[in-house]
């Protein structure tokens, strides 16, 4: 059984300020908290409640944040889970970490929540084995407009013993939320992760599957990387179900939404399709989508179209997800479709750059296309490259029998070895069971006594760490 978080016995406290009368103000805050809290009480993501999940914004006093905590720890007996955002501070006397409400000043530390006094709030929730901390501040002598600054030792500063700690850091002044951008940078890859899920990962997301990705997605934006602490085995905190399990993120339920809307909106204004799609500060995928509406709806602008997508392939920022799904735009727009398969392929057999999500992408970018060959051989390009882990290999695996079931038997190959080996976790080894299992009921016998040997292997792990 998935040592999911309880709902019904977990709390949440999300808190921040994005509004501050001696600070410059973060406007794209107040959007954090509202989605951070949604996608936390998404049944299909975490699940908590309603009535476990407490929002404060715009604290008017520390002690509201730190009475929350405290009321949130004293119910608590599954997992803690404590989310900021706004300014940091650092305090003039100590250099002690200080969480910014809207009536913080820099210089007088009792104006601010002290993280120690967080702390010894989460810290007195002795019932609650599992403790999650999300920080996403800045420090004010370092922030600018539109940008949020940390240092490199917040994490060290921030320990609580039996938790895990993800927090959002700058070495340099880098903007971390952009104008015009909805969320900050770091929360909004956060929240992008959990409602749109992680190609290639396990059916329920752990923080530390959650931290490689968000560290991976942030650097390749040259985005600050996020620091994290892992305390008494938090990093294995299971926070949300994968919703890129099942080959495709809900958010973007691939190209059948596109060609709905082009079969469904013929009067789909092109100003508008214009602007979103050379608009820099909007999310890439709706500057692709935009762009490939543009040039289906609206055959006057198909050569601007395909230069707008041709400028975001050319782009060394644009990251090699959205690049798969630029080829992919531009031949379903009869730009160079063959070229533009030839790209798509090249990116799923490229091991160099390592990035499953691009690679995964690019072979449903070929199933959409309807190219079976070429979508075959990307998918075999992943499944088989041994410098992948395996479990990454086994996901994709299960991918390429669900689409192509003429080629189960080498994708049940690999599931097989990611299920047998001791390297893999035991979370990960029991889930490519189970979807063994759902691919080949006649496998069940010989899952049921690999599980077996893997939970007594488990089971005798833990009685000898406990001694």
């Known amino acids: 059984m998935v040592d999911m978080l309880d709902p019904s016995l977990s709390r949440v406290v999300v808190s921040g300020a994005h509004d501050y009368q001696y600070l410059e103000d973060l406007p794209s805050v107040k959007n954090n908290l509202v989605a951070m809290a949604e996608v936390l009480m998404d049944p299909n993501i975490c699940g908590i409640s309603e009535n476990s999940c407490r929002t404060i914004l715009q604290p008017e006093t520390p002690g509201q944040v730190l009475d929350a905590l405290y009321e949130a720890a004293d119910e608590c007996s599954d ?4 989310y900021f955002a706004g300014h940091g501070l650092t305090s003039p006397h100590n250099d002690e970490l200080l969480l910014a409400i809207p009536t913080s000043h820099p210089s007088r530390p009792h104006s601010a929540v002290r993280f120690e006094d967080v702390r010894m709030a989460i810290l007195s929730a002795r019932k609650a084995p599992k403790k999650l901390v999300i920080l996403d501040c800045c420090f004010s002598g370092r922030a600018m407009i539109g940008s949020m600054e940390s240092s490199t030792d917040l994490a060290a500063r921030s320990r609580i013993e039996g938790s895990y700690i993800i927090t959002a850091a700058a ?10 951008e909805r969320y900050t940078a770091f929360t909004g890859e956060f929240i992008t992760l959990l409602r749109g899920g992680y190609a290639g990962g396990p059916a329920y997301l752990d923080m530390e599957t959650i931290y490689t990705c968000l560290h991976d997605r942030l ?12 305390r008494n085995a938090g990093a294995k905190i299971l926070l949300a179900k994968n919703g890129w ?15 709905w809307y082009v079969d469904n909106a013929p009067g789909a204004d092109p100003v508008q399709l214009r602007a979103d799609a050379t608009a820099e ?15 289906r709806l609206h055959p006057e602008f198909w050569s601007e179209a395909c230069k707008v997508l041709i400028d975001l392939s050319a782009d060394t920022h644009t990251p090699l997800e959205s690049r798969a799904q630029v080829f992919g735009a531009l031949a379903r727009l009869g730009w160079h479709t063959e070229l533009m398969k030839e790209n798509l392929l090249a990116l799923a057999k490229n091991a160099t750059h390592g990035k499953i999500s691009a690679r995964v992408s690019a072979c449903q970018q070929l199933d959409g296309l309807g190219d079976k060959e070429m979508a075959i051989e990307a998918y075999l390009g ?8 395996l479990r990454l290999r086994a996901y994709t695996a299960k991918l390429m029998i669900q ?26 080894r029991i889930d490519t069971i189970q979807d063994i299992c ?8 010989k899952a049921s006594i690999l599980l077996r040997r893997i939970k007594s292997a488990a089971s005798e792990g833990t009685q000898a760490e406990a001694q």
Do not use: C
Not at 79 to 82: D, E, G, K, P, R
Not at 245 to 259: A, F, N, T, Y
Not at 438 to 445: A, K, L, N, Q
């Open 382 to 389: 992943v499944v088989m490259d041994g410098s992948l882990e």
């Open 79 to 82: 997992t803690l889970v404590f």
């Open 403 to 428: 689409k192509y079931p003429e080629k189960k038997d080498a994708g049940l190959r690999v599931m097989w070895a990611a299920a047998a080996s001791d390297s893999q976790l035991v979370q990960h």
């Open 245 to 259: 399990v099942g080959g495709q993120r809900p958010e973007d339920s691939g190209q059948r939404l596109i060609d």
């Open 438 to 445: 759902s691919i080949d009921p006649d496998s069940v016998e």
């Open 171 to 180: 070495e340099t002044k880098t903007a971390l939320a952009p104008p015009g």
């Open 219 to 230: 650097t390749e934006k040259s985005y600050p990387i996020p620091q994290q602490r892992n």
């Open 281 to 295: 500060y909007i999310p890439y995928r709706r500057r692709i989508s935009s762009a490939l509406i543009l040039g």
